[in-house]
């Protein structure tokens, strides 16, 4: 199952300093397959993002990802792209920009118009409970789209503990994601 790392500035720090410290204790730790730059507030956000490649660049199995902004991932020469599930527009651009496109669904609807559209993979959430996400959908739900649909689900949300992981991974989907797995294990 891979393993995909979301940043965030509550946990990754604003400061450059101690953004690149953060990030780069957490990519040691855990070498996830995929990490995205996310910090949707942030006004120097292409100075922080051009950071975090460079400190993903010096780990070789981690593919670095920006958030939401296409233009940005493939000028900085990102490996891809997360987008929002506002963005389903955009997926054919990324794809035509040669980024690896994840985008971010709440429904089974939605994971289809992703695959139909030519996303590589999409994040599922909230799986379990987490702050502002709304219910939970669950590991039976989860189970469910992961053995109905043939596509690459992530899942996504409240996913802090490795009991929890063990659990996703039970249900075959592609990968789980998480901010605070990879800061607080």
Do not use: W
Not at 46 to 66: I, W
Not at 104 to 127: F, M, N, W
């Amino acid at each position: 199952m891979k393993t995909y790392l979301i940043t965030d500035p509550k946990f990754y720090s604003k400061d450059v300093s101690g953004f690149s410290e953060n990030l780069e204790n957490a990519l040691t730790k855990h070498e996830p397959d995929f990490a995205l730059y996310r910090d949707k507030n942030n006004p120097k956000y292409t100075d922080m993002a051009e950071q975090f490649l460079e400190v993903c660049s010096q780990f070789d199995n981690t593919k670095a990802l920006l958030h939401g902004d296409v233009e940005l991932a493939a000028g900085l020469n990102a490996y891809g792209v997360h987008l929002t599930s506002q963005q389903f527009d955009e997926i054919e651009k990324a794809k035509s920009l040669g980024l690896f496109t994840i985008i971010s669904c709440h429904s089974e609807k939605e994971i289809l118009e992703a695959q139909k559209r030519g996303a590589d993979a999409v994040t599922y959430s909230p799986i379990f409970s987490t702050p502002d996400k709304g219910e939970p959908k669950g590991l039976e739900d989860l189970n469910e789209r992961v053995a109905k649909i043939s596509f690459p689900i992530i899942a996504l949300g409240g996913i802090t503990t490795l009991e929890q992981v063990k659990a996703v991974e039970k249900t075959g989907c592609f990968g789980f994601a998480s901010i605070r797995y990879f800061v607080e294990n």
